[in-house]
């Protein structure tokens, strides 16, 4: 039990352009979801924190207006690079949990890159 | 702000055991957790322990907690090529709460 999806599993786009990643708890209901950025040999960053039916909660210096972030059901929450550029280039993962979850479980991830 | 600190590199032999270490800095912590990270995929829960446990084994895991010294390792026995990967560890106050991560420890098993 406890799998979560992300979708697409890498995505290439042209910078300017607008890029959204899928996050789907399959087993379970997720209440909380948790959107992180993780750079090449480093470890990873929280971005953001949403709850179901909720704005999201954004770490100090992400900018919540380039990166939207919808979880409008207990299964899904959806992460929206807006005006994507090269920096932006990276490998974003998932994660949920819920009621009686002892832990977040993650997404497979998603590498993004911008041209 | 908290902190988690691990080694960032391990070498072993196929067959020997590993062990990774870790510290955090959180006293509250409740719950600690190992991950394991495989090149280009998400993180997989190995096994977690709760702050009031001392030592809890999971076939060839065996994860040892020092409360006092805020210390945590992870051994794996019989270590085999399939084990390396990048492994992290994490902590948080709550079950689901924020987790905070060590920036991971790259473990290598050479045949």
């Known amino acids: 039990g406890a799998v979560v999806s992300q979708h697409p599993s890498r995505v290439i786009c042209k910078s300017g352009t607008s890029v959204k990643i899928e996050c789907r708890s399959l087993?379970?209901?997720?209440?909380?979801m948790f959107w992180y950025r993780q750079f090449p040999k480093k470890s990873l960053m929280l971005m953001a924190t949403?709850?179901?039916?909720?704005?999201?909660?954004?770490e100090q210096g992400v900018e919540k207006d380039k990166f939207l972030i919808n979880h409008a059901s207990l299964t899904l929450s959806t992460l929206t690079v807006t005006s994507a550029h090269p920096e932006d280039s990276s490998f974003y993962i998932c994660?949920?949990?819920?009621?009686?979850?002892?832990?977040?479980?993650f997404g497979p991830g998603t590498r993004l890159l911008v041209l | 702000g908290e902190d988690v600190e691990q080694s960032l590199f391990l070498s072993v032999r196929e067959g020997d055991s590993s062990v990774i270490n870790c510290t955090y800095t959180?006293?509250?912590?409740?719950?600690l957790y190992w991950y394991k990270q495989e090149p280009g995929a998400g993180l997989q829960l190995l096994t977690y322990?709760?702050?009031?446990?001392d030592m809890k084994q999971d076939q060839r895991l065996t994860v040892l907690l020092n409360k006092k010294d805020k210390h945590l390792s992870l051994r794996i026995a019989d270590t085999q090529t399939g084990d390396s990967a990048i492994y992290f560890c994490?902590?948080?106050?709550?079950?689901?709460?924020?987790?905070?991560f060590g920036k991971g420890t790259m473990l290598l098993v050479s045949p």
């Open positions: 994660s949920a949990t819920g009621t009686g979850q002892e832990t977040q479980y």
């Open positions: 087993d379970f209901q997720a209440t909380t």
């Open positions: 949403s709850n179901e039916g909720s704005k999201a909660t954004y």
């Open positions: 959180d006293s509250s912590s409740t719950y």
């Open positions: 322990i709760f702050s009031n446990m």
């Open positions: 994490a902590e948080a106050s709550s079950g689901y709460s924020t987790l905070t």
